[in-house]
């Protein structure tokens, strides 16, 4: 029996349909999408600045606003009660001159500072920043109220009004807490301009 031979036609029909055949098993169902080679790429980890404490000079002072409640005194400039070390017309620590006479007896809870008894004088309505100098920040403190105990880096008045409408001045009670005797550069701030003025807290000023 002779082996037969397929039609010329027909093989090659059969050539195309297997081709087609291997290009349908690679290619993507409808709606899959195409996956794209992978690449593998190495990050470098994210950079992030150094960062340290600041020591103490370079960190910000307290600053409290200050509590205008209830002046032991208000009236009139230009008597005893407002005389004292300060700003011309706007402000004074008020004793009668020489050196704050130091006291060792009141210590803040373990802190080692010693309060120094001595009124603040205002003059009603001025706005205006205390603040202890950076050299002395941690050693000494300052504060005034007639309501509660203040211990602070810096005092913000914002405008303190009298008990009359025509009052020109309050007073207020306080003064400085101190590791030892010492001058206090206390810096007086108002309208961007610092002024320093020099207490003597136990211990004279050059």
Same mark, same amino acid.
């Given at each position: 029996? #002779?082996?037969?031979?397929?039609?010329?036609?027909?093989?090659?029909?059969?050539?195309?349909?297997?081709?087609?055949?291997? @290009?349908?098993?690679d290619?993507?169902?409808?709606?899959?999408?195409?996956t794209?080679?992978?690449?593998?790429?190495?990050?470098?980890?994210? !950079? &992030?600045? !150094?960062? &340290?404490?600041?020591?103490?000079?370079?960190?910000?002072?307290?600053?409290?606003?200050?509590?205008?409640?209830?002046?032991?005194?208000? =009236?009139?400039? #230009?008597?005893?009660?407002?005389?004292?070390?300060? @700003?011309?017309?706007?402000?004074?620590?008020?004793f009668?001159?020489?050196t704050? $006479?130091?006291?060792?007896?009141?210590?803040?809870?373990?802190?080692g500072? &010693?309060? $120094?008894?001595? #009124?603040l004088?205002?003059r009603?309505?001025?706005?205006?920043?205390?603040?202890?100098?950076?050299?002395?920040?941690?050693? @000494?403190?300052? =504060?005034?109220?007639?309501?509660?105990?203040?211990?602070a880096?810096?005092?913000?008045?914002?405008?303190? !009004?009298?008990?009359?409408?025509?009052?020109e001045?309050?007073?207020?009670?306080?003064?400085?807490?101190?590791?030892?005797?010492?001058?206090?550069?206390?810096?007086?701030?108002?309208?961007?301009?610092?002024?320093?003025?020099?207490?003597?807290?136990?211990?004279?000023?050059?």
């Amino acid at each position: 029996m #002779g082996t037969g031979r397929m039609p010329r036609g027909t093989g090659i029909a059969a050539a195309l349909a297997a081709a087609l055949l291997l @290009v349908a098993c690679d290619s993507p169902s409808p709606g899959e999408p195409t996956t794209p080679a992978a690449t593998a790429t190495a990050q470098a980890p994210e !950079a &992030h600045p !150094a960062t &340290h404490p600041g020591t103490p000079s370079e960190r910000q002072p307290e600053v409290q606003d200050f509590d205008c409640t209830d002046p032991i005194w208000s =009236g009139s400039g #230009g008597t005893d009660t407002t005389r004292g070390l300060g @700003v011309p017309d706007l402000m004074a620590i008020t004793f009668d001159g020489g050196t704050l $006479q130091w006291q060792d007896g009141t210590e803040e809870r373990g802190g080692g500072l &010693h309060f $120094q008894k001595v #009124g603040l004088a205002l003059r009603t309505g001025a706005r205006f920043e205390l603040a202890v100098p950076d050299s002395l920040r941690g050693q @000494v403190k300052i =504060g005034w109220s007639n309501t509660h105990r203040v211990l602070a880096d810096a005092l913000r008045i914002n405008g303190c !009004a009298g008990d009359a409408p025509d009052d020109e001045w309050v007073v207020y009670p306080g003064g400085f807490w101190s590791a030892e005797p010492t001058c206090v550069g206390l810096e007086f701030t108002s309208g961007g301009k610092t002024t320093t003025v020099d207490i003597p807290v136990g211990a004279s000023c050059p």
